[in-house]
């Protein structure tokens, strides 16, 4: 059974940084790309980041380019979402998903989010 537990949101600053991890279990993470997405508040969910499975290819929605990195650590079965120059319209509900395939917006296991408020 997939389970994928976020951590690490919370408030920040305009500006600020946060570090976003997700821990994984139930399959064989090394094996599967994993994306990062996000839903804001009234809107519908939305693709941020992706990285396949060595980790030595990622690729990140145009609204966080140059702001975002994502990485693994497949020793560790967990993916982070290292968030800097933090903007509010960043502000959502974001989850870690499983990537079935090789289009990383299309997941087939995620979590429950963790949320993230930018906000002074």
């Known amino acids: 059974q997939v389970q994928l537990v976020e951590s690490g949101g919370g408030l920040a600053q305009p500006g600020g940084s946060l570090r976003l991890s997700c821990a994984a279990s139930?399959?064989?993470?090394?094996?599967?790309?994993i994306s990062w997405a996000r839903q804001a508040p009234g809107k519908g969910l939305e693709w941020v980041s992706g990285?396949?499975?060595?980790?030595?290819?990622?690729e990140y929605a145009d609204s966080v380019k140059g702001r975002f990195t994502i990485s693994r650590d497949n020793a560790k079965n967990t993916l982070y979402l290292q968030m800097n120059s933090l903007k509010p319209e960043d502000t959502a509900l974001y989850y870690c998903?499983?990537?079935?395939?090789?289009?990383?917006?299309?997941?087939?296991?995620w979590g429950q989010g963790t949320q993230v408020t930018v906000s002074s």
């Open positions: 139930g399959f064989t993470f090394s094996s599967y790309a």
């Open positions: 990285i396949y499975s060595d980790g030595s290819d990622t």
């Open positions: 998903a499983k990537v079935p395939g090789k289009r990383l917006w299309i997941y087939d296991g």
